[in-house]
């Protein structure tokens, strides 16, 4: 994803960047890198478990472009990033 080609660039692939690392692309998606898993799905709001805490990322016409162990790709309007 997009933080693994910065270390690579930067040449400090071995350095950990704090989880989780949330990007948000103006209104039309977002990406989560560094989660630990999916909790809930809709159109209108997707949570994820990150350490001991749940990132809810809301708006309208959400949905799951790509997802893999860790990292997440959204779109859709992104109206709200938060900490539930």
């Keep these: 994803m ?9 040449k400090i692939e071995n350095m950990e960047f704090a989880s989780p ?3 948000v692309f103006g209104k039309v998606g977002a990406a989560i890198e560094g989660h630990k898993g999916l909790l809930f ?3 209108e709001e997707i949570r994820f478990k990150v350490k001991s ?3 809810s990322v809301s708006g309208k016409n959400l949905s799951l ?3 893999s162990e860790r990292d ?3 779109s859709g309007i992104v109206e709200k ?4």
């Design 2 to 10: 997009f933080l693994d080609e910065i270390k690579k660039s930067l």
């Design 21 to 23: 690392v949330v990007t």
């Design 41 to 43: 799905f809709s159109d």
């Design 53 to 55: 805490r749940i990132l």
């Design 65 to 67: 472009v790509e997802t």
């Design 72 to 74: 997440a790709v959204i």
């Design 81 to 84: 990033v938060d900490y539930v």
